[in-house]
C-alpha cells in the first residue's frame, strides 16, 4: 500500500524511523556563558590596572618594612603623603625605627653619636664662615645630609670646582675624618644633581647625567683626599634632573634643582663589611 504524502512528509522530519529530530544548536548557550566570563575578566584586569602608585608603594611598605633599613624608611616615608593618616594611625603603622632596622645592634649608639657629632661641627663651620648660602646640612638619627648649591661650587655647565671651593671640600673633608667614628661601617654617597635645562657644551658633557656625575666624582675625589678614608666608604651617583626638590618653571625653582648631595649614613649588611669590622 502506497504511503501518504502525510506519512512521507513526517518520515523526513523525523529522520524516517518515526522519532523527532534531536536538537544540536544546545552549544550556543555554554559560548555565550564563555563569552560572558571572558568579558567580566577582562573587565576586572583592566579595573586592577588603574592602580593608586601611593597607595601601592604603601602596602608593599607595610608588607616588606621588617626588612627594611632605617634609610630606606625615611625615604619612602618622605615620598608617600600620609594626609589621610592622622599621627597616632601612622606611628602605630609604621612606627620608628622601623621594625629589625637596628636591632640587636651594639654599635649602633656610637654611629648615631658620631653622625650627631659631625652633624654639629659641620653647622658650627657653616655659621662660623657664614657658609648658609652655599651650604645646608640636615641630620635626624639615622643619616646625615649635606647639601651644596651648585650655583656656588661649580660654574654654569663645568665640572670644575674653583680653588676657594676645593679650600672648603678640604675643611669638609677633614671634619669627617675627626668626627665620624672609623671604626663603624658606613658609606658616603654623593649624589649630583641638574635641573632640565638642556646641556650647551655637549662636547664634553652630551647631557646632564654626564655633568651631575663628573661633578659628583670631583667632589668626592676631593673628600676622598682630605679625609685620608678608605675609598670604599665612598661611592658617586649620577641623578641628572630626574629628582628635583623644586619647579624648573622658575629661575630660583632651577637654582634649587641644581645641587650635590652627599649623604652619610650607616652601611647596609655586606658580608665582606662584616668580615673586615668583626674579625678577631
Known sequence: MAASSDDRGNERAGGGDGEQEERTDGWMATYADMVTLLLTFFVLMFALSNVDNEKAELFLFAMSRDGLTAEQF???????????????????FFPYPPPGADEDDEGGGEAEKALEDLYN????WIDAE?????????FNGDFLMLTLLNDVWFDPGSAHIPADMVERA?????????????????EILVAGH???????????????????????????ELLIAASHLEPWHFYANSCGEYRPIATNDTPEGRQANRRVEVMITRARANPLWDEMFNSD
Request: proline fraction near 5%; hydrophobic fraction near 45%.
Open 74 to 92: 625615611w625615604e619612602i616615608r618622605d615620598r608617600y603623603d600620609p594626609s589621610d593618616l592622622d599621627g597616632s594611625e601612622w606611628d602605630e
Open 121 to 124: 661641627a659641620i653647622n658650627n
Open 130 to 138: 657664614g657658609l648658609r648660602g652655599e651650604l645646608a646640612v640636615a
Open 170 to 186: 678640604n675643611v669638609i673633608g677633614e671634619l669627617l675624618a675627626a668626627n665620624f667614628l672609623v671604626a663603624e661601617p658606613f
Open 194 to 220: 641638574t635641573d632640565n635645562v638642556p646641556m650647551s657644551n655637549i662636547a664634553l658633557y652630551p647631557t646632564n647625567w654626564h655633568l651631575s656625575a663628573a661633578r659628583a666624582t670631583n667632589f668626592m
